[in-house]
């Protein structure tokens, strides 16, 4: 695929529905700087197009799970396929699906009476029918259209939300004399102890945050498309269009309405539901009818790549590679629908039990940043193993599990240091304390990746890769 479907299909997915009603809670308690939490991933995204996403697309793999069996050897490489394959393609595509849910529900509490069910069923089964029928293609060609509505509509209302409060000057004195204060304006933290953004978090968000995640070296639903693109180049200038439009472009205009939302429902109990009511607010009749389908095609986009992605995973990673092995293409797909089912069913029983869409965001980082590192390492160090992710991966839910139940009055920014600490320490000592990688493996995934020089350089001086001439490559640094 070219690369500026791709680089707006990502960018479509990450706009979502639950996207501008956590980042109007950010501001209403942290003011702009507490956007920082989004932006920061910023610097792992720079990082994805200019190394891993021309690294991923060597890898000619379908999910990142694949990755694993032709990164380690032996029985624990296929067994940490497997558990990944469960691990992202069930209970975190379920879980993400789960907190768009809830944030349909609110954007509907906010605008209308109309029973939730009336919308969201009607809308699932939409997505459900052309995700299954025209499979990853349709979801990326929808993408790119559901993209542009959403995008425009999110800029009307930003520019409507101005004009309300009296624009840029109106905003800012109103700001200025309510008990939300002018701090909220403050793009970079403060040293002082009581500010919307100390410092210390600000320092851990871009220090660390953009790191210990899910996506640090761009797995998941990102790498599905940089592994359709049609060579390195495409995947390389995908992800670069995908940077540019969600943390310069789009991030803006749900920052305006937020800052406007705050002092029209000063106050008010639930900052998530500022969104939607400002949209109610401000917006004209037609207009609002524009952004609410804006936002809906948002949540389409989002629910139809987690479906996609998690039939991939299923599929690839569970059933063909652990149940049926030889079996009709045919047969597969239809696995991947009625997975596809499953997955639906699970998210929406798990967004009746959540209450906060950002709350949830930073549990689900929290309980996956202590392997983010061991995700990075894999491709730059070649003593990693499968026991290095699988000992993190653990480590970190357990730790952020233990954290947010027993400490739940901790700040987001310790609950990651500390979470971090302790599954760093684990798998390091747990990657020592076991046997490397075979050599005949690593040499087979020099040869197909072409990793960076330094981590590798044991490997890059064996006889065999200076014969197939992966070893100048290197030296060029074209990785």
């Known amino acids: 695929m070219p690369w500026w479907l791709l680089g707006v299909s990502m960018a479509a997915t990450n706009f979502s529905i639950d996207t501008p009603i956590a980042v109007t809670k950010f501001v209403a308690q942290e003011g702009i700087g507490g956007v920082w939490f989004m932006w920061s991933s910023a610097i792992s995204a720079v990082l994805v197009t200019f190394f891993f996403s021309r690294l991923w697309r060597r890898s000619e793999v379908i999910t990142d799970a694949q990755i694993i069996e032709k990164r380690y050897s032996g029985n624990s490489a296929k067994y940490l396929r497997l558990f990944k394959g469960i691990y992202f393609g069930v209970i975190f595509n379920a879980f993400i699906m789960g907190w768009v849910f809830l944030s349909l529900a609110k954007v509907m509490a906010g605008i209308t009476d109309i029973d939730i069910d009336y919308i969201l069923w009607p809308t699932v089964i939409l997505v459900f029918v ?48 309510s008990s939300a204060g002018p701090s909220l304006l403050n793009f970079m933290p403060s040293l002082e102890d009581n500010s919307l953004m100390p410092l210390s978090v600000f320092l851990v968000y871009i220090l660390m945050q953009w790191w210990a995640h899910k996506y640090s070296d761009g797995g998941g639903k990102h790498i599905q498309r940089l592994l359709s693109a049609k060579n390195e180049q495409e995947a390389f200038k995908g992800s670069a269009l995908f940077t540019v439009l969600t943390y310069i472009f789009q991030m803006w205009p749900w920052i305006i309405t937020a800052l ?67 079996a009709s293409n045919k047969h597969y797909i239809l696995v991947s629908r009625i997975s596809m089912a ?112 330094f981590g590798w350089k044991s490997i890059y001086q064996k006889p065999i890769l200076n014969r197939i001439g992966s070893y100048p490559m290197a030296l060029n640094f074209r990785c």
């Open 342 to 453: 499953l997955l639906l069913l699970i998210a929406v029983i798990i967004s009746k039990n959540l209450d906060s869409v950002a709350g949830a965001w930073k549990f689900l980082l929290t309980f996956a940043s202590g392997a983010g590192l061991t995700w990075i390492i894999r491709w730059f160090w070649w003593r990693a193993n499968a026991w290095t992710e699988f000992s993190g991966m653990i480590a970190s839910g357990v730790s952020a599990s233990f954290i947010h139940y027993y400490y739940p009055d901790w700040l987001y920014s310790e609950k990651l240091v500390v979470t971090v600490s302790i599954s760093t320490f684990t798998w390091l000592i747990v990657t020592f304390l076991t046997k490397p990688v075979s050599e005949k493996k690593l040499i087979e995934f020099v040869h197909l990746v072409r990793p960076g020089y």
């Open 130 to 177: 052309y995700s299954v029928s025209a499979g990853f293609y349709g979801v990326v060609v929808t993408d790119f259209f559901q993209y542009f509505i959403a995008l425009i509509g999110s800029i009307f209302l930003a520019y409507y939300s101005l004009q309300h409060v009296g624009g840029v000057d109106g905003l800012i004195e109103g700001l200025q004399g």
């Open 260 to 326: 406007c939302g705050v002092l029209v429902f000063e106050g008010i109990s639930d900052p998530e539901m500022i969104y939607p009511k400002m949209m109610v607010e401000v917006l004209p009749h037609g207009l609002l009818g524009l952004v609410f389908v804006g936002l809906l095609g948002a949540f389409m986009s989002t629910i139809d790549t987690h479906l996609n992605l998690g039939g991939s995973y299923i599929v690839n990673d569970i059933y063909k590679r652990f149940m049926v092995k030889e």
